[in-house]
């Protein structure tokens, strides 16, 4: 189902996920997220890295505001976690073929079923896409914004006897083309010769059509992620449960585009990445009737390297590199944490937990400019306690009240290669309330949340004059305080077995109450204004989707026929509310079948 209040996109290939206005909003390397997303509960820290593993998946969990308490760290915004599709005691599989415009092809499936007995099970999955680029390099005649992505996955199940379970998993993905290139639409300065792109100061000119390109060099898109997790769950008894939770992983990437946009030899991007991460989880969950509790440890580690090389050709040995901006980061981090629900009684239930954190970053950078090498190391740690607390009400079987208080933390981030320090913590309080409920003989299910999130020392990007008239200057710090607060509405009227409307709407008014900063696009005459009353990026005041689904018995099966729709007003991409730097409302259809022979051996 849709969830209100999240958003999941991309910008230069690196996952934008936000729910309810927090975010990211910066892409340089070791920034992170402040939605945490897992797979088979092992976080992928790197937002290059998170958009791989969305096939073969039985489930997406979400959770919304700060989700320290179970789900790890860096999580003020709430976590997505992807739980993969496990393999079967019966021998099966699926494939699905997807085919579009710009010659769109995509292919999933998966093979699974016992390999010794009904002891060891395995699975084994798939996915490719490939598409032609959506416009072309006028200057080489090559595709860009192509799309050539391959994944695969392996598990096994170990089944050692009732009570112990041993999952091993094993991915690949890769990305190789020509996408992620900036693309310049017009002059941002037209009537200002001394503010003219270098570009055209050189002779050279812009594609005519936006989704073209008229650059010296091809853009290039390179992406290898490699990861192992094993889950071990022990069922000491009735009540009492162990798991581990073990995860390795490395993200290789490399991006080259074109800074100035034309075919002058001016100035061009290589960006190498390499990252290696390593997480240990232990859980103790106890559950019985009148008490259900999860008390944990987490252990994190994470190795990032990176370059930002920037000279006229990357690709060749004429390149005359003019900055290199090489860097590494390393984090290491431990908590424990704790979650009970005690049911007070058969209607009332209180929810206390907290996570005590402690995590140290550190960063080296070597920045050199036109020969002259500029040192510079930052590191820091800190300590933290995010309590949370709960209580719920039901007056009734069908109808659930509940009220909740939570902290969030994310740590200070560094970005890799830059002369910054280390950033202070982004803190998260947030309140939260509503109502769950089944009404008229089950037929409508109706969740209503009330939310305010008070956000201190917000991590953003701030673009800044350069020294130079008209250049510009990006630095990530806490340069903002921000409020969101929001109503949001779920409601599934299902009247018969096969007929089903469902909705979802989120009101966001998610703001800035402080921020200082000088928009780019004032030139250089631009002043410090404080941008309180803009909306955050990348989050829309509404969004609503509207799903009807109809299933009718067909031959041996079920033929499902569904029509959706989805709504989402103006999103803004940067902090100054500015309609040029935005998206206009859209509004998206969509229709699907689906067939399902019912008892039907294909093989």
């Not at 309330?433 to 201190?456: E, P, Q, W």
């Not at 030139?523 to 509207?546: F, H, I, K, Y």
Request: net charge negative; glycine share 10%; no cysteine.
């Amino acid at each position: 189902g849709q969830v209100p209040s999240l958003a999941i996109g991309e910008v230069n290939g690196i996952a934008q996920i936000t729910s309810r206005g927090l975010g990211n909003d910066n892409f340089a390397p070791g920034s992170d997220p402040s939605v945490g997303l897992n797979v088979d509960g092992v976080v992928v820290s790197q937002p290059g890295a998170q958009l791989g593993a969305f096939f073969d998946l039985e489930r997406v969990e979400v959770v919304r505001g700060p989700q320290g308490t179970l789900y790890g760290r860096n999580t003020t915004g709430g976590a997505i976690n992807l739980v993969t599709s496990r393999p079967t005691a019966d021998f099966g599989g699926y494939g699905r073929v997807s085919y579009g415009n710009y010659n769109a092809l995509t292919v999933e499936g998966a093979i699974s079923g016992p390999i010794g007995g009904d002891t060891v099970l395995a699975r084994l999955a798939f996915k490719t896409e490939d598409r032609d680029g959506f416009g072309k390099n006028i200057r080489t005649g090559d595709d860009i914004d192509d799309a050539n992505r391959r994944a695969v996955r392996g598990s096994l199940l170990l089944l050692p006897s009732e009570r112990l379970e041993i999952f091993l998993s094993g991915e690949y993905t890769s990305e190789h083309d020509a996408n992620y290139q900036i693309k310049y639409l017009e002059d941002t300065f037209p009537n200002n010769p001394a503010l003219q792109p270098p570009g055209e100061l050189a002779g050279s000119f812009f594609a005519s059509k936006p989704r073209d390109l008229n650059t010296d060099i091809d853009p290039r898109n390179d992406r290898h992620t490699y990861s192992m997790t094993g889950i071990v769950t022990l069922e000491a008894n009735e009540w009492l449960t162990f798991k581990s939770i073990s995860g390795y992983r490395r993200y290789k990437s490399v991006g080259v585009r074109d800074f100035d946009g034309t075919a002058a030899a001016l100035s061009a991007s290589m960006i190498p990445v390499k990252t290696d991460q390593y997480t240990q989880e232990l859980q103790v969950a106890i559950e019985t009737d009148a008490i259900n509790a999860v008390v944990g440890a987490y252990y994190y580690k994470e190795n990032l390297v990176s370059d930002i090389r920037i000279g006229s050709n990357p690709y060749g040995p004429t390149n005359t590199l003019v900055i290199s901006q090489a860097g590494t980061v390393d984090t290491e981090s431990i908590a424990g944490f704790a979650n009970v629900t005690y049911n007070i009684t058969e209607q009332l239930g209180l929810n206390v937990g907290g996570r005590w954190s402690w995590e140290r970053r550190e960063g080296v950078s070597n920045l050199m400019r036109s020969g002259t090498l500029f040192p510079f190391q930052t590191a820091g740690s800190v300590r933290d306690f995010a309590p949370r607390v709960g209580i719920e009400f039901k007056p009734n079987p069908d109808m659930l009240l509940y009220a909740s208080y939570s902290e969030g933390l994310k740590s200070g981030v560094i970005a890799s290669g830059s002369l910054s320090p280390i950033l202070r913590p982004e803190r998260v309080k947030a309140y939260e309330a509503g109502i769950k409920s089944t009404l008229f003989n089950r037929m409508l299910r109706a969740n209503l949340s009330l939310y305010r999130y008070d956000i201190k020392d917000l991590q953003v990007s701030r673009t800044l004059p350069g020294v130079t008239a008209g250049s510009f200057v990006s630095v990530f710090e806490n340069a903002a305080n921000a409020r969101a607060q929001g109503v949001e509405l779920e409601l599934v009227w299902q009247p018969s077995w096969n007929f089903q409307i469902s909705s979802v709407t989120g009101y966001s008014d998610a703001t800035f109450t402080r921020f200082l900063t000088v928009d780019p696009l004032d030139g250089p005459t631009g002043q410090l204004e404080d941008q309180a009353g803009n909306r955050l990026v990348q989050t829309p005041e509404w969004s609503s989707t509207l799903n009807v689904e109809y299933k009718a018995d067909v031959g041996p099966g079920t033929l499902t026929a569904n029509a959706q729709a989805q709504y989402q007003s103006r999103v803004f991409f940067t902090p100054f509310g500015d309609n040029r730097t935005s998206q206009k409302p859209v509004t998206r259809f969509d229709l699907g079948m689906r067939s399902d022979p019912k008892g039907q051996d294909w093989f």
